[in-house]
């Protein structure tokens, strides 16, 4: 769906994006991954055409960005990190206005701007005034306008910043939501929100892809070790024998809890967490928790992006 | 053309909806009536015809300083406001969304302008008034409005910020209006250039006396057309920044 050959954008001497390659499959969720001012909102502008790449280029399905940006817009939504919304006008209208501008056709108009409306929950608000919702409602707004023409590629940029814990948890179901309908390709500054809505992750670091890869691959890739939490209810000698035999596990810390429960940390060498799990139940232990502790992979994010003064 | 009037539809109908909308217009139609009041119903008696002179040169006036707040927020705004983005993203070319603004704008401008139609009437009931005359000043007016709002439009495209885009504009016309006194003070050929370059006196004085003439209307087209492309490349050039 995206293929993007040595994309490069300058500023006077500062290389915003500086010949990146990367490519992103029908279908998939790509994050991208950066602190502020790594490059990921110039690079998905230059994607979504709003700037012309000072060299190389990309192309979104069969179009390229450089000689052919009027196909290339008509197959992409973009949000960016500010939506682009005309306060005076009405939920519904607005709607319509970027569905039309899309060029969806007057009759399919009303049942577009139904199904953008139903899949971003915004019913209760569709006639009022976008001036008058709060941020998180005109953020689902932003989602919609990107969405009303079915666009086989949806651009995000930084969907969840501003949101409170709430709008951020809605917001998180929405873009989950889109999977599978439409290829994600969205930027946060935010690891944890990547690693829990995308299938891969693009780490980007002073204008540059530093890495790229799923969680696992990307821990794999700098040596360092996933660690999974895991609570049960059972004895330890039973949980020790069960998990014991896993292929890729290399270490074990069982501690005892109240209630004949048990917690463990497993620090294993790939995901365990499907074996680990199917282990504790054919066992015949009370599996209560089993995530995914994201401590390493903060430390993996931090090892690839360098110390914060590397921030621009 | 279907987004170009899509964009226009919206425009219009923000503006009518804005107070920078309101505001112009009941200062514009107030100071109408005043000027017309001031200007063109004293100094004794006259004939219906050099009235209609002096509503359409007064008209002239608050029409171009109209067009300026008008046309400040046409793209300057959607920059500011980051409401760009959507247009830009969307698959419609820099000019028609360029045309979009542009109509939007004089829509409204036009429909200002039309709402004067009631001193003519007044001059008519106690007056003679030639309606060809009333037809041909207002021609002239819509003309130079066109004019102006793709002045404006330029401004607007240069500066991101609604009152450097009214500088900018506001320069532009002054600069152009006054060209007429550089056309008498130039040597000729120089002469000659400047008084057809200007915006207002050689070109809008026979659409005030109820006289077409094609090159008036040519000029005044030509001078939308440029500008209206000058801000078509302003907006290309930002994708480039």
Known sequence: MIAASHLTKSYADCKAVNDVSFTVKQGECVGL????????????????????????????????????????????????????????????????????????????LAERVDRAISRCRLGDVEQQRIETLSYGFKKRVGIAQAIVHQPPLVLLDEPIAGLDPAQIVEMRDLIRALRGQHTLLLSSHILHEISQTCDRILVMHRGQVAAQGTEEELTGK??????????????????????????????????????????????????????????????????????????????????????????? | ??????????????????????????????????????????????????????FFFVLSGTTMVASVFISMRLLAEEQQTGTAALLLTSPVRDFQVVMGKFLGGFLFLALLTLVTLYMPLMVWIVGKVSWGHVFAGYLGLLLLGAASMAIGLFGSAVARNQIVAAFVSGALLVALILMWKLGQEADRPLSGIFAYMALHNLHYRSFMSGRIHLRDAVYYLSVCAFFLAAATRMLESRRWR
């Open chain 1, 33 to 108: 991954l950066g602190l502020n001012g790594a490059g990921k909102t110039t690079l998905l502008r230059m994607l979504a055409c709003l700037l012309a790449p000072t060299a190389g280029t990309a192309r979104i399905g069969e179009a390229d960005i450089s000689v052919d940006s009027i196909a290339v817009r008509g197959r992409i939504g973009f949000l960016p990190e500010e939506p682009p919304l005309y306060g005076e006008m009405r939920v519904r209208d607005f709607l319509a206005f970027a569905a039309r501008l899309r060029g969806v056709a007057k009759g399919d």
């Open chain 1, 222 to 312: 700098l040596g360092s070790k996933l660690r999974i939490r895991l609570d049960a209810a059972g004895s330890r000698g039973a949980l020790e024998k069960a998990l014991g035999g896993l292929e890729g596990l290399e270490a074990i810390e069982i501690e005892a809890r109240p209630e004949d429960r048990l917690s463990a940390e497993l620090v294993c060498s790939r995901d365990l967490r499907r074996d680990a799990a199917r282990a504790v139940v054919e066992a015949g232990l009370g599996l209560e928790v089993l995530t995914l502790l994201r401590g390493d992979l903060e430390s993996v994010f931090l090892k690839l992006t360098g110390p914060r003064e590397a921030e621009s």
């Open chain 2, 1 to 54: 053309m279907s987004s170009t009037w899509l964009i226009a539809r919206r425009e219009l109908s923000a503006t009518l909806r804005s107070p920078l909308g309101f505001v112009v217009a009941a200062l514009v139609l107030a100071l109408d009536g005043l000027l017309f009041n001031l200007w063109a119903l004293t100094e004794g008696d006259k004939l219906s015809a050099e009235v209609l002179y002096q």
